[in-house]
Nanobody, 126 residues
Framework: VQLQASGGGLVQAGGSLRLSCAAS????????MGWFRQAPGAERAFVAA????????YYADSVKGRFTISRDIARNTLYLQMNSLKPEDTAVYYC????????????????????WGQGTQVTVSS
């Protein structure tokens, strides 16, 4: 499985960005796909996840109502639409795949995700 994140950049507070994560290497219908972020000096933190097959979503409280996770099954691409961005959203954003079997439950633990993209920098200026 290969994950390639893109779409980061510099934006002013209140602005929007859309991150993409191109996935390849297998079919993902049984996977949960997620976004994490890591600010300097901080641990990697859960942002959002989606059940690839069903499309059910789950969000961290800090982004609920501002960010939307989605996927395009035909393109094998995961997205994160980020609106109303704040300076505290500044971080490197990573996409990840949770390949655990026999569960449909979301996990917010980075250690539970099996595959990771390379990260894309998002900087929000005040």
């Amino acid at each position: 499985v290969q994950l390639q994140a893109s779409g980061g950049g510099l934006v002013q507070a209140g602005g929007s960005l859309r991150l993409s994560c191109a996935a390849s290497g297998r079919t993902f219908s049984s996977y949960r796909m997620g976004w994490f972020r890591q600010a300097p000096g901080a641990e990697r933190a859960f942002v959002a996840a989606i059940n690839w097959g069903v499309g059910r979503e789950y969000y961290a409280d800090s982004v609920k109502g501002r960010f939307t996770i989605s996927r395009d099954i035909a393109r094998n691409t995961l997205y994160l639409q980020m609106n109303s961005l704040k300076p505290e959203d500044t971080a490197v954003y990573y996409c990840a795949a949770d390949a655990r079997r026999y569960t449909v439950a979301f996990t917010t633990k980075a250690d539970d995700y099996d595959y990771w993209g390379q990260g894309t920098q998002v900087t929000v200026s005040s």
